[in-house]
């Protein structure tokens, strides 16, 4: 716990009932010291009522006429032993209501393309729970004829990063395992950034390849046809010398 709970109305409380610095207050509720200025002027946290932290186990009285008596003092919280061991709650991450109906397209989306990744690395990925993830990846999914494959960076449910280190982690398992990757799981597990800087991969010749170049002409039995390049349409009114001439004489 670095600052006390309600810390804009401790720092109310502090300035009208203690002679503390600005900067003291400041410290110790993490607010600027101009912010506490502006308190102390009315100019900022108007119609906020105070919080003793006194009263709610936060300082002790003591502390608070020791730091009054030393400006440069700085308070500390009030030792609390209901708070020692407490950690961050574990499970699935929180997926706002709006993206839910999302995740089993990426649940799909993930087992096609990464089937490295296990149930646990896709539940911490996604949000969502292993029953889910398991049914479907056996196909016993209600919906499952229904659900399409969609990328979850596409759709904002994992960043690009957290899907290329749950990637990697499971690449190194594997490895350590003794099991050989295919060349398929080897591309995949590329970086965005790498991906983005390599060069383009060959393509295959299209089967009309060279044909905007080519020109007919005649076969034995047959008169030699016209070879002049049909993209150059003024050939066919510039006729070469001497063919005017002869359809003069003609006349």
Not at 60 to 80: M, W
Not at 130 to 138: F, V, Y
Not at 155 to 181: I, N, R
Request: with cysteine.
């Amino acid at each position: 716990m670095n600052k006390p709970i309600m810390a804009k109305a401790t720092a109310v409380w502090l300035v009208d009932n203690t002679t503390l610095s600005f900067r003291q207050i400041g410290d110790f509720c993490e607010l600027h010291e101009l912010e506490v200025q502006g308190i102390a002027d009315g100019d900022v946290a108007v119609g906020v009522k105070g919080f003793d932290p006194v009263a709610n186990n936060q300082l002790t009285a003591e502390e608070i006429e020791k730091a009054e008596k030393t400006p440069s003092y700085r308070l500390k919280l009030k030792f609390n032993a209901a708070a020692v061991g407490e950690e961050k709650r574990r499970g699935p991450r929180y997926t706002p209501l709006s993206k839910r109906q999302d995740r089993p397209a990426s649940i799909l989306w993930l087992v096609k393309f990464h089937p490295e990744l296990s149930d646990a690395q896709i539940s911490k990925l996604i949000g969502t729970t292993k029953p889910t993830i398991g049914a479907i990846r056996e196909r016993t999914h209600w919906n499952i004829q229904n659900i399409q494959p969609i990328d979850p960076v596409a759709l904002g449910l994992c960043k690009q990063s957290e899907l290329d280190a749950a990637v990697q982690k499971a690449a190194a398992k594997k490895a350590a395992d003794g099991e050989v990757m295919t060349d398929e799981e080897r591309r995949k597990l590329v970086s965005t950034e790498q991906s983005l800087g390599q060069e383009d991969e060959p393509k295959m010749p299209s089967n009309i390849s060279g044909l905007e170049s080519f020109t007919l002409s005649g076969t034995d039995d047959e008169e030699p046809r016209d070879t002049r390049d049909v993209r150059d349409a003024d050939s066919f009114f510039n006729l070469p010398e001497g063919e005017d001439d002869d359809e003069d004489d003609d006349r």
